[in-house]
């Protein structure tokens, strides 16, 4: 599947913690975050900050890659996000991919996973809830 300029357009604040596109998984975008400082949190730890906002644009890369996929254009507005740490992120890499769990019509519920080295070991997950809205103009 080719790059979605889309899915690439990150927001400022992932932009400053060096989030990026990793890969591509069934159509679905793999982001990831190297360990720098801007993601430290106590020392040699991923900061739980920089997790849970390497969980939300995942989370919204695979909502706008499956948008985009469907023909479907949408203004995307948070509802909620709820996210469990498991273990601490230590400091390598840390991927992320998010999976649509319902897309309706006015909203959208995703599941995201967040891992190192393992994947079977998540670090930490999410649940958001997105409105959709119609763009304006």
């Known amino acids: 599947m080719a790059d979605n300029p889309d899915i690439e357009a990150l927001t400022p604040y992932a932009r400053s913690l060096g989030i990026q596109l990793a890969d591509w998984e069934d159509g679905v975008p793999i982001m990831c975050v190297e360990f720098v400082e801007a993601v430290e949190g106590r020392p ?18 695979a909502l706008r890659a499956e948008l985009a996929r469907i023909e479907r254009d949408a203004v995307l507005k948070p509802i909620n996000i709820t996210v469990q740490y498991l273990a601490a992120g230590k400091s390598q890499t840390c991927f992320a991919k998010g999976r649509i769990t319902k897309l309706g019509r006015r909203s959208a519920n995703l599941t995201v996973e967040a891992w190192q080295d393992d994947r079977s070991r998540p670090i930490a997950t999410a649940v958001m809830n997105v409105l959709m809205a119609q763009p304006e103009g």
Request: proline letters at 0%.
């Open 44 to 61: 040699e730890h991923f900061h739980g900050g920089a997790t849970g906002g390497l969980l939300e644009t995942a989370g919204y890369a």
